[in-house]
């Protein structure tokens, strides 16, 4: 069984700068989340699709963060404009659904904010 | 929110020794769930457990659902043990909470 795929795997942008990841999740699993990780700390929930619709985005900085699930399996992650402090390893996540299963991650996307 | 505290937060271990890490959430959960991120930031599922006792290889795992604490058992640790062991939990409200991490060092 393939795993959650993520690219790129390094990103380096100067702040201001607008910057994508895609996730593409394991087969069949409907629940997609992006978390955020800052050097040091445990995954942070930035926001969590069921199938195409947004379960939770409470933690989504929305004057500058965006995602989608158009199609209900791919997403993608947008910053812009960047920050110094969105310098983090962003990573993607899926799981069959969104209660009582476990979740299985992809290897992130490392982003480095000049 | 929920809190998750780790402990230790730094581990150094001689190849071969055992060792038990302990997570204490502070309210009550759906399920918890024990990672391992190797050097290289990959984070790798090791058990799903909301409650019970859990073994693979030599690694195992026990939550006592009721009090609130979940405890993860390194034996015979190896140096490809590195890395870092987050304890993940998941609320009612199905958001997954992670704590802090426990920073494990295998010398050989």
């Known amino acids: 069984e393939a795993g959650v795929a993520q690219s790129p795997r390094y990103k380096i942008i100067e702040k201001r700068q607008s910057v994508a990841f895609w996730c593409n999740p394991i087969s069949g699993h409907a629940t997609l989340y992006w978390y955020q990780q800052i050097l040091g700390q445990g995954p942070k929930l930035l926001i969590q699709?069921?199938?195409?619709?947004?379960?939770?985005d409470s933690q989504l900085p929305k004057d500058r963060f965006s995602a989608e699930r158009l199609k209900g399996v791919d997403s993608t992650l947008k910053i812009q404009p960047a920050k110094l402090e969105d310098s983090a390893v962003y990573l993607c996540?899926?799981?069959?659904?969104?209660?009582?299963?476990?979740?299985?991650f992809g290897d992130g996307t490392r982003l480095s904010i000049l | 929110g929920i809190q998750v505290e780790q402990s230790p937060p730094d581990l150094i271990l001689q190849e071969g020794a055992n060792s038990t890490l302990r997570c204490n959430f502070s309210?009550?959960?759906?399920?918890l769930q024990w990672f391992h991120q190797n050097p290289w930031g990959q984070l790798i599922n090791l058990f799903y457990i909301p409650s019970g006792t859990k073994q693979n290889g030599r690694l195992s795992a026990t939550t006592v659902a009721t009090e609130r604490y979940s405890l993860l058992y390194i034996s015979s640790s190896q140096t490809t043990d590195s890395g870092v062991y987050f304890c993940a939990v998941e609320p009612h409200d199905y958001k997954l909470s992670f704590g802090a991490g426990t920073t494990v060092t295998v010398r050989a």
């Open positions: 309210d009550s959960v759906n399920n």
């Open positions: 699709f069921q199938n195409n619709g947004v379960v939770d």
């Open positions: 996540a899926s799981s069959l659904s969104f209660n009582n299963q476990p979740q299985h």
